[in-house]
């Protein structure tokens, strides 16, 4: 089980980024992909989720409105379109999975067993 995340970058406010997480060694189908972020000093937090399993999916109301999760399953990826960034969105940005089906989605940490090693969005003029 591998998770690949990549499109971070150096990026001015109000400007956008599209977050993919591609998967190897399974297939999305049934499974839960997040996407969480660390800022500097801070603590990981959970961003968004979708699950495979029943489609559902959870943005937090930090980001709601401006971060869009979807998937691929053709592609066996999952995107994180980040918009109207800000400064206090500047984090690195993980992408892990939880393995097992489950109705519904959450972004706490201990329920993934898979991470990525992280794509670093930074915003700034």
């Known amino acids: 089980v591998q998770l690949q995340a990549s499109g971070g970058g150096l990026v001015q406010p109000g400007g956008s980024l599209r977050l993919s997480c591609a998967a190897s060694?399974?297939?999305?189908?049934?499974?839960?992909i997040g996407w969480f972020r660390q800022a500097p000093g801070k603590e990981r937090e959970g961003v968004s989720c979708i699950s495979s399993y029943d489609g559902s999916s959870y943005t937090a109301d930090a980001v709601k409105g401006r971060f869009t999760i979807s998937r691929d399953n053709a592609k066996n990826t999952v995107y994180l379109q980040v918009n109207s960034l800000k400064p206090e969105d500047t984090a690195v940005y993980y992408c892990?999975?939880?393995?097992?089906?489950?109705?519904?989605?959450?972004?706490?940490?201990?329920?993934?067993?898979?991470w990525g090693q992280g794509t670093l969005v930074t915003v700034s003029s």
């Open positions: 892990a999975t939880h393995q097992r089906s489950a109705y519904g989605c959450y972004v706490d940490i201990q329920w993934y067993e898979y």
């Open positions: 060694g399974f297939t999305l189908d049934y499974v839960t």
